[in-house]
């Protein structure tokens, strides 16, 4: 299955491609912010008015997490690390935490507005995980 991944148009280097995310709202917010400003001004590029001259959309190949556990994996697991710029909380939803239990959850909060962050610390707190902020990610420990 594809689906879309929008990355910014205005740059190839590097902390513009690390940027990638199927969220676009993510990318719309750190250009609103002015996050970015450090980046464009060093490059030297004149932001276009159009948003949709700044941010690019690709279809990408991707598959479901239970595919990948499937193909990759010899069994369980002990760490998960998700990066995903503002969809970590997706990603998660779409494991059977039931069934499919690492002993530790990495995955990146700063993306994720309010509501998902306070949603997603939920949905692991259920599922028998305790919860601690560091930095910009969250560590999930299994209790």
Known sequence: ??????????????WA????SFNREVLVKKIEDGSLLKHIRRQ??????NE????AADEVPTISPETLLKKFSKGCFKL????????????LKMLDLGRVS??????????????KARDCRKYLEQHGYSCRATGKDVLAVKI
Do not use: H
């Not at 949709?52 to 941010?55: L, N, P, Q, S, T």
């Open 1 to 14: 299955m594809d689906q879309s991944q929008y990355k910014l148009a205005i740059s190839n280097e590097r």
């Open 17 to 20: 491609t690390g940027l990638a």
């Open 44 to 49: 030297g590029i004149i932001l276009p008015e």
């Open 52 to 55: 949709d001259d700044i941010i």
């Open 80 to 91: 998960l690390a998700i990066d995903t710029e503002g969809f970590d909380y997706e990603i």
């Open 102 to 115: 690492p002993e530790v959850i990495l995955y990146e909060e700063v993306n994720l507005d309010v509501k």
